[in-house]
């Protein structure tokens, strides 16, 4: 990613005092590392949830509204008075493109219809978590940047795109968008398998014969970025990073290291197997 490291919350000081937040994914991995921000800086923060959602571990001050997603019952109603909503619910893990497109697209189009249909009455800023994978891969420094042409080579990359598309028509400039790398933190079941082969001493690279790059940003950090997306100034599509490049070897071997640190396994370094990207996916 070309973005530079976005500032703290420390730096949106004024931005969510007293604001009204409509959060979707509350209940995930980012949303956990999010919501604490999100209140210390003064939000009234609502979490949209589905009622089969678990909310015995949302922070004290947090609400909850129970909508439908996919089917936009209790949209609109979750959505009016609320000054900025933050849509980070997705589809990470699907058995197909249907899967993908299904959740993450019709999730797209109930909050467009809803916002749409609202005007006024809605929020002024729609803030979306996408991902690095609407953009699609790059190896080559410096990496890509804003303006470099959307190229997904996944069906959840292919629905992130469509998802900004789709909520880019009907909210213009009120739509912030965040495309995020490899998020890693605590509570990410995401990186668990990793996590798991590393701590018996084996990692896959995709990329035969060459190193595979990669960017990566600690959720505490993206959690700051969404805070930042708040803010009146953001506009447009911003990637966010650490700053840095890695490997995934080189990732995956990082990983070993903590793991041992902390477990004692593996006993040796870990054996990165490197395999085509066709035969890895």
Not at 77 to 96: P, R, S, T, V, Y
Not at 100 to 109: T, W
Not at 223 to 236: D, F, S, T, W
Not at 248 to 262: D, E, K, S
Request: charged share 15%.
């Amino acid at each position: 990613s070309a973005a530079a490291r976005p500032g703290g919350a420390g730096s949106c000081p004024n931005a969510l005092a007293g604001r009204k937040v409509l959060l979707t994914g509350g209940t995930g991995f980012v949303g956990r590392h999010l919501l604490p921000q999100l209140l210390a800086a003064g939000a009234r923060v609502t979490c949209l949830v589905r009622a089969t959602s678990r909310t015995d571990g949302l922070p004290q001050g947090a609400a909850v509204a129970r909508a439908d997603l996919s089917s936009g019952e209790g949209l609109a109603a979750a959505l009016e008075g609320q000054d900025i909503c933050i849509h980070m619910a997705a589809l990470l893990f699907g058995l197909g493109w249907q899967d993908y497109l299904r959740a993450n697209a019709l999730a797209a189009r109930s909050l467009a219809g809803a916002c749409t249909a609202l005007g006024d009455a809605g929020p002024t800023r729609v803030v979306l978590v996408s991902s690095l994978a609407a953009t699609g891969p790059c190896a080559t420094a410096p990496g890509v940047t804003e303006g470099t042409p959307p190229a997904p080579v996944s069906a959840y990359g292919w629905s992130k795109l469509l998802t900004e598309q789709i909520l880019g028509r009907a909210l213009g400039a009120r739509l912030v968008t965040l495309r995020p790398p490899i998020i890693y933190g605590s509570g990410d079941k995401g990186l668990l398998p990793v996590f798991r082969g590393v701590r018996l001493g084996l990692a896959v690279s995709p990329g035969a014969g060459r190193d595979f790059p990669v960017s990566a940003v600690h959720a505490a950090d993206m959690a700051q970025a969404v805070l930042c997306a708040c803010k009146p100034e953001a506009c447009g599509v911003y990637h966010c990073s650490d700053g840095a490049v890695y490997s995934m070897a080189g990732f995956c071997r990082v990983m070993g290291a903590a793991v041992r640190a902390v477990t004692g396994r593996p006993r040796g370094p870990v054996r990165i197997l490197r395999l085509p990207l066709p035969l890895m996916a």
